[in-house]
């Protein structure tokens, strides 16, 4: 009986390691997977402009409109939503200034989280550089999203409140973020979510995003990609109603 328990003993030890629970990567492992899995360093730097157009819905007041949104390196945006008749919202940040202009809140100048969420959704290059923009990533456990077993992540930007990203631990890709900003009417925490990737130009990149706040459900839907087309000088220009606020401070 002792020689026989001696001679399992080795394959015993071999099945040890295997039965070891595996360590978590790093979180900056699973940020930097993230942009393998959706095409690429190389992929990213190729990107100069982008043109995105879709449909957007605000489900809690049954309002339906278009949204066009344009970027271009390295840190300036502008988005025009259209209601359909009903009216119209822009907003933008040329690098310097964050604003917004729509008719229920007139025009205003975005300051703290919310300036700072604005100047990193304007960046093209801010997910390849995230170093840039956080100065800290950790790994606060792991929650499931829609039943996929997901990593949670804790970001703390250079500038703004730090926000919490689920990766799917199978895929890789960014599926939902939690995110604290400010709006006119007080600070809100707004849940993203983000779907239905589909390869554009060597990029995977969601086309359905979701975004619960307090008083409504919002849903966008990406139909049309456009990258490194020309976009005019003046379209991230401020609005002169901006103008106007930023000579006042």
Not at 73 to 78: C, H, N
Not at 213 to 233: F, G, L, Q
Request: net charge negative; glycine share 8%; charged share 25%.
């Amino acid at each position: 009986m002792r020689l026989r328990f001696y001679n399992a003993l080795p394959a015993l030890l071999l099945l040890i390691p295997a039965a070891l629970p595996a360590e978590d990567p790093k979180p900056e492992a699973i940020m930097d997977k993230a942009i393998e899995a959706t095409g690429g360093k190389a992929a990213y730097e190729k990107i100069k402009t982008e043109v995105l157009t879709g449909t957007l819905e605000l489900s809690s007041m049954g309002l339906k409109g278009t949204i066009t949104m344009y970027r271009a390196l390295p840190d300036k945006s502008y988005t025009l939503i259209d209601f359909s008749g009903m009216g119209k919202a822009e907003e933008g940040f040329n690098g310097e200034v964050a604003w917004a202009v729509n008719g229920m809140e007139g025009a205003r100048i975005k300051k703290g989280d919310e300036r700072a969420v604005a100047m990193r959704n304007a960046s093209l290059a801010a997910e390849l550089h995230w170093q840039d923009y956080f100065s800290k990533v950790e790994l606060a456990g792991s929650e499931d999203v829609a039943g996929k077993p997901c990593y949670k992540l804790t970001l703390t930007p250079k500038e703004g409140s730090p926000e919490t990203r689920f990766y799917d631990k199978s895929s890789g890709l960014l599926v939902k973020t939690i995110l604290p900003t400010s709006t006119a009417d007080g600070p809100v925490t707004v849940e993203i979510g983000l779907s239905d990737y589909r390869d554009e130009a060597g990029i995977l990149m969601p086309h359905t995003i979701t975004q619960k706040v307090p008083s409504t459900d919002i849903v966008i839907k990406i139909e049309s990609v456009k990258r490194n087309e020309d976009i005019p000088a003046n379209r991230f220009d401020l609005p002169d109603e901006i103008k106007a606020l930023a000579a006042k401070k």
